[in-house]
């Protein structure tokens, strides 16, 4: 499937995920009402929705009572458009020729399902500082089926042991941390690691470690920006659910190579 037409389908669903971000930590349905304007609660019509392009012809403006309409949505849809593209890059080759096609194209559908949840979740925790589960644990399930049924079309069951054992070392590991620093951790974060440890522990332990450990040096160089500039103190709290996303994409995308220059350096590989 061209990295186009998949980058594409990234911004429809990017549009989906604006409605997403917003309504469920109000605990709202994101299937209805429709879209409506948040000042004067006009409904958006069609030709108002289109992703990107609707909101520059508006000028990022309500068609009816003129409100600004926040720069981030037209961001969001830009953003999982990219990252929709990024993973067709890395798992869409030789999708359409490949003899286990099926087995590529699910595992395809697995990452750009985790592409989403990434947006969502990174948004609404650093809206919220929250995790919600109705985002989160259905991702065990849907990764540990997708997977699952590429490991039997595959013949690679050895990923989907990985993939479980990933789960259960993050999950652990997180859990650890969240009991022994109560507060600088949340059991959300515990949760989320689980998720992550099955998509990284499905590519290889390169992955998973590198993913792991990505999150903390991101985090950690963020945090300390905020206390070199002032914008925050030692014991503020910072959402720790955006770097534990981007460090897993760290690991999904680079991580094999990472781990590789890792083990060169040391003589081992």
């Not at 609707?54 to 981030?72: E, K, N, P, Y």
Request: charged share 10%; hydrophobic share 55%.
């Amino acid at each position: 499937m061209p990295v186009l037409l998949i980058g594409s389908l990234g911004l429809f669903i990017g549009s989906f995920l604006n409605v997403v971000i917003f309504r469920v930590p109000a605990r709202r349905s994101i299937i209805s009402p429709p879209s409506a304007c948040g000042s004067c609660g006009a409904q958006i019509r069609p030709w108002d929705n289109i992703p990107v392009l609707s909101w520059v012809f508006l000028g990022g403006r309500c068609r009816d009572c003129r409100a600004t309409i926040s720069v981030r949505y037209p961001l969001v849809e830009l953003g999982t458009a990219l990252l929709f593209a990024v993973v067709a890059l890395k798992f869409g080759a030789g999708l359409l020729h490949s003899p286990t096609a099926v087995g590529t194209g699910i595992v395809l559908v697995a990452y750009l399902y985790l592409a989403a949840i990434s947006v969502t979740l990174a948004l609404i925790d650093t809206d919220t500082k929250r995790l919600p589960n109705s985002i989160v644990l259905p991702a065990y399930m849907v990764g540990l089926v997708l997977f699952g049924t590429a490991a039997v079309l595959g013949g690679d069951f050895g990923s989907l042991l990985r993939a479980v054992m990933g789960l259960s070392v993050l999950w652990a590991a997180y859990l650890t941390l969240a009991l022994a620093y109560r507060g600088g951790m949340g059991f959300g974060d515990v949760k989320l690691a689980g998720v992550l440890g099955v998509f990284l522990g499905f590519l290889g332990w390169g992955e998973l470690a590198v993913g792991a450990f990505a999150a903390f040096v991101l985090g950690g160089l963020f945090a300390l920006g905020l206390v070199l500039t002032r914008r925050a103190g030692r014991k503020s709290g910072i959402p720790f659910g955006p770097w534990m996303l981007a460090g897993a994409w760290v690991g999904i995308l680079f991580g094999d190579q990472l781990w590789n220059g890792y083990l060169s350096i040391l003589g081992v590989a």
